[in-house]
C-alpha cells in the first residue's frame, strides 16, 4: 500500500509540474498583457511605478490539470493492474515447472497435467486459508517469489480468469474449477462470492456419508459436462465417508495447427521409448514456419507451433540426447524458459512429431507435501475462511488428456546460441524421443498444459 500511494504521488506530481509549467506560460502572458495595459494606463493617470503582477493560472488550465491528474491516476492504476497480472502467470507458471519436476516419472510413463488448471484450484483454497496456512500456500504457490501482496492475488484472479477465456481466440479453452462440500457444512457468503467472481467456480453440497453413490456420480457427471463428454468420469469408486471437501478441477482445449501436418505425408516411423527402446509409430511431417532454436548450453532444441490464431501454440523442447529429457526437465525453471522463447526466429522447419494421445490423473497430495505445501491437508489446517467448521483438505484430484493429430490438439484437462536467420534452407525437428511439451496462452503467457512423452 505504502509503495502504490507512493507511485501515484510521484507520478501526480510530475505530472503536475509538466502541466503547471504548460499552464503558467498561458498564465504569464495573460498577466503580461495585463500588466502593459495597467502601465499605459497609470501613466496616463500621471501615476508612477509598476503594478505587481500575479501568476494566477486561468481557471480552464486548472481544469486542465484536473483532468490530467486523473488520466494520469487512470494510466497508472491501468498498469499496476496488468503488471499484478503478470506477477500472477509468473507465479502459477513457476508453481506448475516446480509441480512438473515433483510430479511421479518414469521411462515407460508419460506425464501430462493443467499446471493453469491446478494453481487455480489451489488459488481458491487460498481463499479460504487464514494466518499460517495461509502464508504456507502464499510460498508455496510461488506469490511470494513473484513479488504479489496478499490483497492483489484474489484481486488479478478475477480480471486474469476473464481474459484468458476471451471469446475472441480461434482455440476452444474450457476451464471447470469446482468444489464439493459435505452438505451439512455452512460455507461463508465471504468464500462464496470470492469463488464466483474471482475463479467462475461453482461450489456444491454433497453426501459423502449417506449418498456416497450419488456424490460419486455428481462429481462424474459435472466433470463430463464442463470437459465436452471428453473426460468421462474423475473418479472410479465412491469417495470416503470421512471426506469434507474435495477440490475439482477440469480443463478441456481444442486448437488447431495454423499450419496442418498433410495427411498423406504421415507414416510409421522410429520413436525410441525411455530413449532406449525402438518402435514404430504413425509419425507426422510437414513443412512449416515456426519458431525455432538451437540452444549448445541445455542441449535442446525447441520448436514453437503456432496454433490457428496464433495466441495458443506448442512448444517442444526436444533434447538433443535420446536420453537427456529427465535432464532437461530437472534443469528447467520459469526464467530458463523465458529465455528460450525469448530466442526463437521464425523460419522454414521440417517438423517431424508422432501423433500421440496422453491421458493421466493425480492425486496431488504428496507431490503438493513435496512443494512445502502440507498444512491444509492436516488437522490443524486453518480454512476457517471456508466455513466455522474445521476443515482439511482430503483429496486434490487432476485429470487431463490431450491427443495431437494432423489437424491440432485437443486436450481436456539459458543462454541459447540460433543456428541461423529464417532465410536459411529448412531444418528437421525429429520428435524421434522423449521430449517436453508445453501448450501455452501467447498473451497472457500463462502455460495451460505441460507434458512429458517418455513412451508411444
Avoid at 469408486?237 to 486448437?255: D, Q
Avoid at 507426422?284 to 495458443?312: I, K, W
Amino acid at each position: 500500500t505504502i509503495i502504490r500511494f507512493h507511485l501515484f504521488d510521484s507520478c501526480i506530481s510530475a505530472l503536475d509540474r509538466w502541466l503547471f509549467c504548460e499552464c503558467q506560460t498561458a498564465a504569464l502572458y495573460h498577466s503580461a498583457v495585463s500588466h502593459r495595459a495597467t502601465e499605459k494606463h497609470c501613466q496616463r493617470q500621471g501615476q508612477r511605478g509598476t503594478p505587481s503582477v500575479t501568476t494566477t493560472v486561468p481557471l480552464h488550465c486548472q481544469g486542465a490539470m484536473m483532468l490530467g491528474r486523473l488520466a494520469a491516476l487512470l494510466v497508472l492504476v491501468v498498469s499496476c493492474k496488468a503488471q499484478e497480472e503478470l506477477k500472477l502467470t509468473l507465479a502459477n507458471n513457476r508453481f506448475g515447472l516446480r509441480l512438473f519436476h515433483a510430479l511421479p516419472s518414469a521411462a515407460e510413463v508419460n506425464v501430462f497435467f493443467s499446471p493453469y488448471s491446478v494453481s487455480t484450484a489451489m488459488g481458491m483454497t487460498y481463499a479460504g486459508a487464514r494466518r499460517d496456512t495461509a502464508e504456507e500456500l502464499f510460498r508455496g504457490l510461488g506469490y511470494s517469489a513473484s513479488g504479489l501482496t496478499a490483497p492483489q492475488v484474489l484481486d488479478s484472479y478475477a480480471r486474469h480468469t476473464q481474459r484468458l477465456l476471451s471469446s475472441e481466440s480461434q482455440s476452444t479453452l474450457k476451464v471447470a474449477n469446482g468444489a464439493a462440500i459435505q452438505e451439512n457444512l455452512t460455507l461463508l457468503d465471504s468464500f462464496r462470492n470470492t469463488l464466483e467472481s474471482s475463479f467462475n467456480a461453482e461450489v456444491h453440497q454433497v453426501d459423502f456419508v449417506h449418498r456416497q453413490q450419488d456424490a460419486f456420480e455428481f462429481i462424474n457427471r459435472w466433470v463430463k459436462q464442463k470437459t465436452s463428454d471428453k473426460i468421462d468420469k474423475l473418479f472410479d469408486e465412491p469417495l470416503s465417508p470421512a471426506t469434507k471437501l474435495v477440490l475439482l478441477n477440469a480443463i478441456y482445449f481444442k486448437g488447431v495447427w495454423n499450419t496442418q501436418f498433410h495427411r498423406d505425408f504421415t507414416q510409421k516411423r522410429q520413436f525410441w521409448n525411455g530413449g532406449v527402446s525402438p518402435t514404430l509409430v504413425d509419425t507426422m511431417m510437414q513443412n512449416m514456419h515456426v519458431g525455432y532454436g538451437s540452444f549448445g548450453d541445455l542441449d535442446v532444441d525447441v520448436a514453437e507451433l503456432p496454433y490457428r490464431g496464433r495466441d495458443y501454440s506448442m512448444v517442444i523442447l526436444l533434447p538433443k540426447r535420446n536420453d537427456g529429457v529427465d535432464r532437461l526437465k530437472g534443469n528447467l525453471t520459469v526464467e530458463i524458459m523465458r529465455s528460450l522463447l525469448s530466442e526463437l526466429r521464425e523460419r522454414d522447419v521440417d517438423v517431424f512429431l508422432p501423433k500421440f494421445k496422453l491421458e493421466s490423473t493425480y492425486q496431488l497430495e504428496d507431490p503438493l507435501k513435496a512443494l512445502g505445501i502440507r498444512q491444509i491437508f492436516s488437522n490443524g489446517a486453518d480454512l476457517s475462511g471456508i466455513s466455522d467448521r474445521n476443515l482439511r483438505v482430503s483429496a486434490v484430484v487432476h485429470k487431463a488428456v490431450l491427443e495431437v493429430s494432423e489437424e491440432g490438439s485437443e486436450a481436456s484437462s539459458a543462454t541459447g546460441v540460433l543456428i541461423q536467420p529464417g532465410s536459411a534452407m529448412p531444418v528437421e525437428f525429429v520428435a524421434d524421443h522423449p521430449f517436453l511439451l508445453f501448450i501455452r496462452n501467447t498473451r497472457t503467457n500463462d502455460i495451460i498444459f505441460a507434458g512429458q512423452v517418455n513412451n508411444l
